[in-house]
């Protein structure tokens, strides 16, 4: 599952030999973070939001565990229960701050994982699996962070749970039923509040069991790199360990920095005042929205404010949330050019920068009220993702002249030393 | 990579004694970030300690005019039972005239009460041995061979000053720290 340079794990104390041979859990760390695991060695600082995405879910696995401690759920005490955590549990206040701006953080990085993919093509062959696993990941992040956040019993938590779960309201015929099944209810109540702590529990957990697969299959082929040009030899690679740990810790150093800065300076910044009202299921407040994560899916949702023929307008916002996100799962196919980095695409990258700028267009109108001019930019946007996946791409693959690709990531890292330090070793290698 | 380890790592190491650059920003950055580990778990461990609602009903007040010589109360502090007794003359004597060296946890009544205030002995009501609670406070309830508590689970029985006197309790019913706030009013706790 390595490439054959990879280094050998060999126990030095007695001790370690016994276990190898017993149980080789520590051959199997030192082969999947240590020095047995050769990566790419021009991998860049984009390479770092896989580690912590990891570190993330770990934060949100602590955290959560001991906001579990202290929480109950019911929704008479509910919102009470958060409230007590907040001022009465010792360190309450940090653990629930750096829950909920743990999140927001999980999604960052996530989604900076994801872009650095786009732009490099890590979803083309032989990393297909990959890519279809993080998806997986994704959508168990979105339903995860969406019942956690109907958990503090706020009125934004009910409401939210309101709306989305009217999401499949949206179903013909079946949606109804369904939706009733979904809360155990006609409204979110004391019977969806438990189920959605149930699985916020396991949730997580599953996640973690995806991630395993994620990093399985990534070891397989290895990791990509900036060039997109795959590992030929002993000389493209340097060991995980200490090389790669170093430049995760660092990158950790980095990500601690700015998540102390919101949990302590800014923890709300990025929470609704309403949810610090508890739920009524009387009064909706007068701007829902959810949390920012979810800002281009909802903006999505609400493009779609007319009937066509004879699906009404509600389906089809449902329809086209959701298949903007299952259209990811069919991106290794709808991309067919064979090269693989967007360093070596002109034209795929002028459209690289478009979608970006179309998505966080789209996270904007998602976060602003549902009137003019936002819907209609909404409409425009929500267009161009879907012509950016499903007729941009396989047109830029098709018509596209890529630049000339380096020999080996070797050559490409020596090239770029040569223009400014040692001319001289270019030739050499 | 080569060619930093080649220059300026190597060039270093004759100068300092072998220690290059690079350990000394390893040994910083490890040991820095593993502090920094530690710090962050002492949060993550205090959190399961007694939250401020718990600690604020952690004092009982108690009103011991309504209690009549040779009656108790059991009340609540700290979320265990609190026997509060009113000794009679008998009941006393009956402490005073034990030989404490015979004691398994030797103390005089005197110690297990407040000077002047010999008549109200107050103790939890949590049995010494395994945490059950003993009976005898209540009305009717048998006092054990000793005229003080009994505790049903394990047969451990405490005398009038609440002694442990038989059975499986290696000591006497618990003092709690209290006050008098005023002449018939204790502060617990």
Same mark, same amino acid.
């Given at each position: 599952?390595?490439?054959?340079?990879?280094?050998e =794990?060999?126990?030095?104390?007695?001790?370690?030999?016994?276990?190898?041979?017993?149980?080789?859990?520590?051959r199997?760390?030192?082969?999947?973070?240590?020095? @047995?695991?050769?990566?790419?060695r021009?991998?860049?600082?984009?390479?770092?939001?896989?580690?912590?995405?990891?570190?993330?879910?770990?934060?949100?696995?602590?955290?959560?565990?001991?906001?579990?401690?202290?929480?109950?759920?019911?929704?008479?005490?509910a919102?009470?229960?958060?409230?007590h955590?907040?001022?009465?549990?010792?360190?309450?206040?940090?653990?629930?701050?750096?829950?909920?701006?743990?999140?927001?953080?999980?999604?960052?990085?996530?989604?900076?994982?994801?872009?650095? @993919?786009?732009?490099?093509?890590?979803?083309?062959?032989?990393?297909?699996?990959?890519w279809?696993?993080?998806?997986?990941i994704?959508? #168990?992040?979105?339903?995860?962070?969406f019942?956690?956040?109907?958990l503090?019993?706020?009125?934004?938590?009910?409401? @939210?749970?309101?709306?989305?779960?009217?999401?499949?309201?949206?179903?013909?015929?079946?949606?109804?039923?369904?939706?009733?099944?979904?809360?155990?209810?006609?409204?979110?109540?004391?019977?969806?509040?438990?189920?959605?702590?149930?699985?916020?529990?396991?949730?997580?957990?599953?996640?973690?069991?995806?991630?395993?697969?994620?990093?399985?299959?990534?070891h397989?082929p290895?990791?990509?790199n900036?060039?997109?040009?795959?590992?030929?030899?002993?000389?493209?690679?340097?060991?995980?360990?200490?090389? =790669?740990?170093?430049?995760?810790g660092?990158?950790?150093?980095?990500?601690?920095?700015?998540?102390?800065?919101?949990?302590?300076?800014?923890?709300?910044?990025?929470?609704?005042?309403?949810?610090?009202?508890?739920?009524?299921?009387?009064?909706?407040?007068?701007?829902?929205?959810?949390?920012?994560?979810?800002?281009?899916?909802?903006a999505?949702?609400?493009?779609?404010?007319?009937d066509?023929?004879?699906?009404?307008?509600k389906?089809?916002?449902?329809?086209?949330?959701?298949?903007?996100? #299952?259209?990811?799962?069919?991106?290794?196919?709808?991309?067919t050019?064979?090269v693989?980095? @967007?360093?070596?695409?002109?034209?795929f990258?002028?459209?690289?920068w478009?979608?970006?700028?179309?998505?966080?267009v789209?996270?904007?109108?998602?976060?602003?009220?549902?009137?003019?001019?936002?819907?209609?930019?909404?409409?425009?946007a929500?267009?161009?993702?879907?012509?950016?996946?499903?007729?941009?791409?396989?047109?830029?693959?098709?018509?596209?002249?890529?630049?000339?690709?380096p020999?080996?990531?070797?050559?490409?890292?020596?090239?770029?030393?040569?223009?400014?330090?040692?001319?001289?070793?270019?030739?050499?290698? | 990579?080569?060619?930093?380890?080649?220059?300026?790592d190597?060039?270093?190491?004759?100068?300092?004694?072998?220690?290059?650059?690079?350990?000394?920003?390893?040994?910083?950055?490890?040991? +820095?970030?593993?502090?920094? $580990?530690?710090?962050?778990?002492?949060?993550?461990?205090?959190?399961?300690?007694?939250?401020?609602?718990?600690?604020?009903?952690?004092?009982?007040?108690?009103?011991?005019?309504?209690?009549?010589? $040779?009656?108790?109360?059991?009340?609540?502090?700290?979320?265990?039972?609190? +026997?509060?007794r009113?000794?009679?003359?008998?009941?006393?004597?009956?402490?005073?005239?034990?030989?404490?060296?015979?004691?398994?946890?030797?103390?005089?009544?005197?110690?297990?009460?407040?000077?002047?205030?010999?008549?109200?002995?107050?103790?939890?009501?949590?049995?010494?041995?395994?945490?059950?609670v003993?009976?005898?406070?209540g009305?009717?309830?048998?006092?054990?061979?000793?005229?003080?508590y009994?505790?049903?689970?394990? $047969?451990?029985?405490?005398?009038?000053?609440?002694?442990?006197?038989? $059975?499986?309790?290696?000591?006497?019913?618990?003092?709690?720290?209290?006050?008098?706030t005023?002449?018939?009013?204790?502060?617990?706790?």
């Open positions: 599952m390595s490439f054959p340079w990879a280094k =794990y060999t126990p030095k104390v007695p001790l370690m030999k016994w276990l190898d041979d017993r149980l080789p859990l520590p199997f760390v030192y082969n999947a973070v240590g020095g @047995g695991y050769p990566v790419p021009n991998l860049n600082f984009f390479w770092n939001f896989g580690v912590l995405s990891g570190l993330a879910l770990v934060i949100q696995i602590v955290t959560g565990i001991i906001m579990a401690m202290h929480y109950g759920a019911n929704d008479a005490v919102f009470w229960t958060v409230e955590t907040m001022r009465d549990v010792n360190a309450g206040w940090l653990m629930r701050y750096a829950h909920a701006n743990g999140a927001s953080f999980f999604f960052i990085v996530v989604y900076l994982h994801i872009f650095r @993919g786009l732009y490099f093509g890590s979803y083309k062959a032989p990393r297909e699996m990959i279809l696993l993080g998806l997986v994704f959508l #168990l992040m979105m339903a995860t962070a019942m956690g956040y109907v503090p019993w706020g009125q934004m938590s009910y409401w @939210g749970a309101k709306v989305i779960t009217g999401l499949f309201g949206a179903i013909p015929v079946v949606g109804e039923p369904i939706q009733t099944w979904l809360l155990g209810g006609f409204a979110p109540g004391n019977a969806a509040l438990n189920r959605f702590f149930s699985l916020h529990y396991l949730l997580p957990f599953v996640i973690a069991a995806v991630v395993i697969l994620h990093i399985w299959a990534l397989i290895g990791s990509s900036p060039t997109g040009v795959e590992v030929k030899g002993p000389q493209d690679t340097v060991p995980f360990h200490p090389y =790669y740990t170093a430049k995760d660092f990158g950790a150093g980095v990500f601690f920095i700015a998540f102390a800065i919101m949990v302590y300076f800014a923890p709300n910044f990025l929470g609704h005042p309403d949810n610090y009202i508890e739920a009524n299921p009387l009064s909706t407040p007068a701007h829902i929205v959810p949390e920012w994560y979810f800002w281009p899916f909802y999505i949702l609400r493009a779609f404010t007319v066509f023929f004879f699906i009404p307008a389906l089809l916002g449902v329809l086209a949330m959701f298949a903007s996100i #299952l259209l990811l799962f069919f991106l290794p196919w709808l991309d050019s064979p693989r980095s @967007g360093r070596y695409r002109p034209l990258r002028k459209f690289y478009i979608l970006l700028l179309d998505v966080l789209l996270g904007y109108c998602g976060g602003a009220p549902a009137e003019e001019p936002f819907v209609m930019i909404s409409q425009v929500a267009a161009y993702y879907f012509a950016h996946f499903l007729i941009i791409l396989p047109l830029i693959a098709a018509y596209e002249k890529p630049l000339p690709l020999g080996s990531i070797t050559e490409a890292v020596l090239a770029k030393h040569g223009e400014t330090a040692a001319p001289a070793a270019v030739p050499a290698e | 990579m080569a060619t930093l380890e080649g220059s300026a190597a060039d270093l190491s004759k100068d300092d004694g072998g220690v290059r650059r690079r350990d000394f920003i390893n040994i910083a950055a490890v040991s +820095f970030a593993g502090v920094g $580990g530690v710090v962050a778990l002492l949060p993550l461990v205090n959190q399961m300690n007694p939250s401020a609602d718990v600690l604020a009903l952690a004092s009982t007040e108690v009103d011991l005019s309504g209690i009549q010589e $040779g009656q108790a109360i059991k009340t609540i502090y700290r979320s265990q039972p609190l +026997f509060v009113h000794l009679t003359a008998k009941e006393i004597a009956e402490a005073d005239a034990v030989d404490i060296s015979t004691l398994r946890d030797p103390q005089t009544l005197e110690q297990r009460t407040v000077d002047g205030k010999k008549q109200w002995l107050i103790t939890m009501g949590v049995c010494t041995h395994l945490g059950c003993p009976l005898g406070a009305e009717g309830e048998n006092k054990g061979e000793y005229g003080g009994f505790c049903p689970c394990h $047969g451990s029985s405490y005398d009038t000053a609440a002694r442990i006197r038989k $059975g499986p309790a290696p000591l006497n019913l618990e003092v709690p720290p209290y006050s008098y005023s002449e018939t009013a204790i502060l617990v706790g």
